[in-house]
C-alpha cells in the first residue's frame, strides 16, 4: 500500500473540515483539479473511499473518519517536532526559551513577562504552551531554558522553585444544577456539555487524558482560544468549562457564573518553576528566574 504524506493529510483535513473540496482546496492554496486528483490518488493508494459527494459538499465515509482521526494526531504531533526544532535555531545569550503550562501561561505570566522585558530591552522570550510532564523532558534535555510546570510532574534532577498556586473549578452559568454544590468531582460532569479550550491546548490535553481515565470522553461543543471566552460561552448556557480559580474570581464579578472547586487532588495546581542548572543559565535567564521567584510580584 502506497504511503500518505503530511500534504495529503492537511489537504484531507482541510476537505473534511470544511465539507468541500473546493473550499478545502481554495485554504490549501491548491486548484480545484489538483486537489481532486490529490484526493483521487489518496483513495486509490489507501484501497477506500474517503468522502460521499453530493451536492451540498462531501462529508468523510466510516473510513475518512478513521483516517481524520489519525490525521490530525500526525499533524499535531509534526507541529510540535518543528516548534520544538525551532527552540535549537533561536538560543542566544538574550534569547530565553520558556516553556509553560496552561494555567500559568494564563493567568499569571502576560504581567510578569510584561515587567521583565520593559526592564530588559535586548532580552527577547520565545514562550511555548505544554504539558508539565512535557516540560520538564526538554528542560532537562536542554531545548528549553526555564519551564513552570505542576508540582505534581516528575522533575527528576531538575533545580526547581515555588512559583504560584491555582487550582481548577468548574463554572455553569448561574441557576444550573451544580451551582449549589460546595465541590465537585470531575467524573461527576462527564455528562454534561463542555466548553473547552483547543485541542491542542495543554490542559484541555490534560482534561481529555483525565476523562479516558474514567473511560470517558468529553463532549466538547465549542473549543475556544482562552479561558475568558470559556466563561462568557458557559454564561451563555452553552455548558460547563474548568478554568482556573483566578479566573472564575475575576469572570464572576461581570457575569453570571457561579464557581464550584474540583474535589479531585490534580485540581489543585502548585506551580514550579523548573531549570536544568540555574548557575548554567545565561544572565538574562537568571534575571527573569529571579523575578519570576519574588512572590511579591504574583
Known amino acids: 500500500m502506497a504511503r500518505l504524506d503530511l500534504d495529503d493529510l492537511r489537504l484531507f483535513r ?44 462531501v462529508t468523510p465515509t466510516p473510513a475518512g473518519e478513521t483516517l481524520m482521526i489519525h490525521a490530525r494526531a ?22 530565553i526559551r520558556l516553556l509553560s503550562n496552561t494555567n500559568a501561561l494564563a493567568e499569571f505570566l502576560p504581567d510578569l513577562l510584561g515587567r521583565f522585558l520593559a526592564s530588559a530591552p535586548a532580552a ?12 520538564t523532558r526538554l528542560v532537562a534535555e536542554g531545548v528549553a531554558d526555564i519551564g513552570i510546570v505542576a508540582s505534581t510532574a516528575d522533575t527528576g534532577a531538575l533545580e526547581t522553585f515555588p512559583f504560584r498556586s491555582d487550582q481548577f ?18 467524573k461527576d460532569v462527564l455528562d454534561q456539555d463542555f466548553v473547552g479550550l483547543d485541542q491542542a491546548s495543554a490542559i484541555q490535553r490534560l482534561l481529555a487524558d483525565r476523562a479516558a481515565r474514567e473511560g470517558r470522553r468529553l ?12 466563561c462568557r460561552v458557559v454564561e451563555a448556557g452553552v455548558g460547563v ?15 453570571a ?38 512572590p511579591g510580584l504574583a
Not at 500526525?74 to 535549537?88: C, I, K, V, W, Y
Not at 463532549?219 to 470559556?230: C, N
Open 124 to 135: 527577547t522570550v520565545d514562550l511555548r504552551e505544554r504539558l508539565s510532564d512535557e516540560i
Open 169 to 186: 473549578v468548574l463554572v455553569v452559568a448561574n441557576g444550573h444544577p451544580f451551582a449549589g454544590r460546595p465541590a465537585i468531582a470531575f
Open 257 to 294: 457564573l457561579t464557581a464550584i472547586p474540583l474535589a479531585d487532588p490534580w485540581a489543585t495546581r502548585d506551580l514550579r518553576i523548573c531549570v536544568k542548572s540555574l548557575a548554567a543559565l545565561p544572565e538574562s535567564a537568571r534575571r527573569l528566574v529571579e523575578l519570576l521567584r519574588s
Open 74 to 95: 500526525l499533524l499535531a504531533q509534526a507541529d510540535r517536532m518543528h516548534e520544538e526544532m525551532s527552540f535549537h535555531s533561536g538560543a542566544g545569550a538574550g534569547h
Open 219 to 230: 463532549r466538547l461543543r465549542v473549543q475556544l482560544r482562552g479561558f475568558d471566552a470559556v
Open 14 to 57: 482541510l476537505i473534511a473540515e470544511a465539507g468541500s473540496i473546493t473550499a478545502g482546496a481554495a485554504r490549501a492554496h491548491l486548484a480545484l483539479a489538483a486537489a481532486s486528483a490529490r484526493v483521487r490518488g489518496m483513495e486509490t493508494a489507501l484501497g477506500v473511499r474517503l468522502f460521499e459527494r453530493s451536492r451540498q459538499g
Open 241 to 255: 468549562g474548568i478554568v482556573p480559580e483566578t479566573t472564575a474570581k475575576r469572570a464572576i464579578c461581570t457575569m
